[in-house]
């Protein structure tokens, strides 16, 4: 069972590369929202391996708020884009 | 085996993260990775099996923090500038909280005394509640919890002396339909965490920090504008934590023989006691730390 665990955990090290590297911020954006999806996987798992029932809510909690990041970065998206568009109308 | 490699590959994840966020140029950049490392956050304490500390690490990790970092960075007009301090006063601060941590470690037991947990379980069965981190939480350890609500409040005052002028960008419809369409399950789980809490990992905390991440992707799209430090009732809401806190205490002292400690329940109605002041305390976090990370509702600036 922890293999599967490990496996998942592996995925998400191939996909800090883009964390890391960007180069834009939704590439970046979208590698947490894997993280995020795959860390429900990975909580599942783990609720199994240690007969932990508690991190089933643990799972259910991470993904909803794989959604409360997306939000906070929409506000700064826009404010880029109001400021590139300013720029280009000087 | 498999265990080993899985606890290897997590701390090297954890160290690259915090690294990369620390050395990272760009503010944006070091967020979204301060963001991933909450969720690597998360999952350790998932590995220690230590679902309480899980459960508040998702919701406040990966859910306000990033919230809270975003918005702080809407709020600049530019990236700031730094000026470059001079190398050993950053080299200084770093080696004495260094120092400090290293310090403390020294203080921390290497095997956890078995007696503290022993005595939980003892007493678990007066507490009212059924979770022993709920029991020590709310009951053996009430004052502790009590002034942790004072410090949020205490924050929350301390974070209104300076006001900030977050310019508010109206959300796309996209954004706006989808975050009312998550609300209600966010306020749904948040209950069921606040009522999980008397028997499994759970309580006011988590159910408050989740409560306060979905008002504040309400609020990022423009939606709420009620919930304002102007309004009476949402001062009250904040200070129900505390008041509830209080006056729970002030009537189980009148309820119980002379010489009762402080915040220490009628084992009679213990649980109802926990409930309630719970319950106020998850209102009073969830719009404290809505308030500390979004502030103010502004007129929005128009763009097409």
């Known amino acids: 069972m922890s293999v599967v665990a490990l496996i998942l955990l592996f995925s998400m090290l191939l996909g800090i590369w883009r964390v890391l590297k960007g180069p834009a911020l939704l590439d970046r954006l979208l590698t947490i929202q ?15 391996v240690f007969a932990l029932p ?18 906070a970065l929409v506000q700064r998206l826009r404010q880029q884009k109001q400021r590139s568009r300013q720029r280009t109308s000087l | ?22 050395l990272s140029r760009s503010l944006t950049q070091a967020v979204t990775l301060f963001i991933a490392f909450g969720v690597m956050m998360a999952l350790a304490w998932a590995r ?4 309480d500390l899980a459960l508040a690490e998702a919701a406040i990790g990966a859910g306000l ?6 918005t702080a960075l809407v709020r600049y007009a530019k990236q700031p500038a730094y000026p470059q301090p001079a190398l050993w006063r950053p080299l200084t ?19 956890p005394s078995s007696a503290i947990p022993a005595l939980v379980q003892q007493h678990l069965p007066q507490s009212g509640v059924s979770h022993p981190v709920t029991a020590v939480l709310l009951n053996f350890r009430a004052w502790d919890t009590l002034l942790e609500l004072l410090v949020l409040l205490l924050a929350l005052l301390g974070a209104r002396q300076a006001p900030g002028d977050l310019p508010r960008y109206r959300g796309w419809s996209l954004s706006i339909s989808w975050s009312r369409l998550l609300s209600p ?32 992707i309400l609020r990022l799209n423009q939606q709420l504008s009620w919930l304002s430090w102007r309004h009476f009732w949402v001062r009250m809401l904040v200070l129900g934590g505390l008041l509830a806190f209080v006056l729970a205490g002030a009537v189980s002292l009148l309820l119980q023989d002379l010489g009762a ?44």
């Open chain 1, 34 to 48: 894997l993280f995020g999806s795959t860390g429900v996987a990975i909580l599942l798992v783990l609720s199994k």
């Open chain 1, 54 to 71: 508690a991190l089933l809510d643990v799972a259910l909690l991470l993904a909803i708020l794989a959604a409360a990041a997306p939000a």
């Open chain 2, 1 to 22: 085996m498999a265990l080993l490699l899985f606890d290897l590959v997590l701390c090297a994840l954890l160290l690259l993260l915090a690294g990369a966020a620390m």
């Open chain 2, 48 to 51: 220690l099996k230590a679902p």
């Open chain 2, 65 to 70: 923090t990033g919230a809270l970092c975003f």
């Open chain 2, 93 to 111: 601060f770093i080696g004495l909280v260094t120092a400090l941590l290293l310090a403390s470690l020294s203080q921390i037991p290497l095997q």
């Open chain 2, 185 to 216: 399950l966010l306020l749904l789980v948040s209950g069921y965490l606040l009522w999980r809490g008397a028997a499994a990992p759970g309580g006011a905390f988590q159910a408050g920090a989740l409560l306060a991440s979905g008002l504040v």
């Open chain 2, 261 to 304: 400690v402080w915040l220490s329940w009628p084992q009679s109605i213990a649980g109802a006691v926990i409930l309630i002041v719970e319950s106020f305390a998850t209102l009073a976090i969830a719009v404290t730390l809505t308030l500390l990370v979004v502030g103010e509702p502004k007129p929005e600036v128009a763009d097409a």
